[in-house]
């Protein structure tokens, strides 16, 4: 019993990963655990994914269930991670840290809404590029990290009154743009934390 659901945790991944997308792959699976018959202790943590194109990522370990959340958010290398630490960020989602990090992360979101907001209030009249460059600027200007191309060009249909541009993407990483759609709507709700 304990060996198979061990087998089932060891064998959990992504489904970038099991779609065979392993560049989307951020290898974070989920927030979970369970008692780890290796260490005979509950874990509690990231869950990774175990794919083998995670191997040469700095957090892997066989041995273990989970690790810190913090670990994977600071040190995971995969090719995937930017964009799910930014989804994370976005969605104000964190997990039992240091106060002052989420403090940090509440202020990092509250200013990636005051670009989106100051770019769509700028935007009137101008072009595609040159909202696309005051973007670039106010995220800059925050501190804030760019994300993915298509999620800028999400953002950018978005401040530009055309919000389905996920037709364009489709079978590319639909899943991606449809999280910035998600996070967008959030965004501009009035009232939003
Ligand atoms: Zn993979
Ligand atoms: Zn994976
Ligand atoms: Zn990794």
Redesign the pocket.
Known sequence: MRHEMWEQLRLSQTPACRGARHLES???YTMGGGFNPRRLRIEAGAG??TCAC?KS????DETRLTIPFRD?RD????AG?DAERQRLDDAGIDFPDLSEQIEERRRRSRARRDALQTVRAASAGKSRGEIRQMYIDEMRSRGLNLPGEDVIDAHLDFIAGNPVPAMRLAGQSLTQVARALAEIARVFRPNSG
Do not use: K, M
């Open positions: 951020a290898h974070f990774l994914c995670h990522c700095p957090v892997t994977w040190r995971c290398t995969c991670a």
